[in-house]
T-cell receptor
Framework: KAGVTQTPRYLIKTRGQQVTLSCSPI?????VSWYQQTPGQGLQFLFE???????NKGNFPGRFSGRQFSNSRSEMNVSTLELGDSALYLC????????????FGSGTQLSVL | QKEVEQNSGPLSVPEGAIASLNCTYS??????FFWYRQYSGKSPELIMS????GDKEDGRFTAQLNKASQYVSLLIRDSQPSDSATYLC????????????FGTGTLLAVQP
């Protein structure tokens, strides 16, 4: 069974631009979560989706948004990029929203110049 | 105060020794606890979950939970160089969400 797939693997943007990251969960998994990982802050929860609905949102500005499609694939968008948005963005999937065993993708490494 | 605290390390142990990784948390409402392993440049991988007080063993790994002391630990017996990685402690509050709160991780280095 294929794991969680995230694209692209690396991304370089400049301040003020926007970016869209994609995540395909493990087949059969219906819940998708997004995390930001930085050396100083570690892994921080961004949001969680189930059945195309955002179930939970972390403490990030409104520039960070996401959505989930009917096939459980998810995208996250960051608008008006700032230097501090440089991070590894990890997507994780689980069978159900109450299933806390997360399976992570390889992540998208975003660099904002 | 951070919700989940871990010593960043590095924790250096010789091959074959027991590595002891510790984690404390601040919210007594925490329900479930997890240990993830993250190799450099890779994504986190779940290695242990524990939900009730006491010990839980899985192969060379033992997770220990003490809710009264708000303390979770991971013991790795017979440490191998391949165990060298960052170990992330995480917790959740249960309910209709799988949101996890992570510590910043402890870097373990197993010396051959």
């Amino acid at each position: 069974k294929a794991g969680v797939t995230q694209t692209p693997r690396y991304l370089i943007k400049t301040r003020g631009q926007q970016v869209t990251l994609s995540c395909s969960p493990i087949s059969g998994h219906r819940s998708v979560s997004w995390y930001q990982q930085t050396p100083g802050q570690g892994l921080q929860f961004l949001f969680e989706y189930f059945s195309e609905t955002q179930r939970n949102k972390g403490n990030f500005p409104g520039r960070f948004s996401g959505r989930q499609f009917s096939n459980s694939r998810s995208e996250m968008n960051v608008s008006t990029l700032e230097l501090g948005d440089s991070a590894l963005y990890l997507c994780a999937s689980s069978l159900e929203v109450e299933d806390e065993k997360l399976f992570f993708g390889s992540g998208t490494q975003l660099s904002v110049l | 105060q951070k919700e989940v605290e871990q010593n960043s390390g590095p924790l250096s142990v010789p091959e074959g020794a027991i590595a002891s990784l510790n984690c404390t948390y601040s919210d007594r409402g925490s329900q479930s606890f997890f240990w993830y392993r993250q190799y450099s440049g890779k994504s986190p991988e779940l290695i242990m979950s524990i939900y009730s007080n006491g010990d839980k063993e899985d192969g060379r790994f033992t997770a220990q939970l003490n809710k009264a002391s708000q303390y979770v630990s991971l013991l790795i017996r017979d440490s191998q160089p391949s165990d060298s990685a960052t170990y992330l402690c995480a917790l959740s509050f249960g309910g209709a969400t799988n949101k996890l709160i992570f510590g910043t991780g402890t870097l373990l280095a197993v010396q051959p």
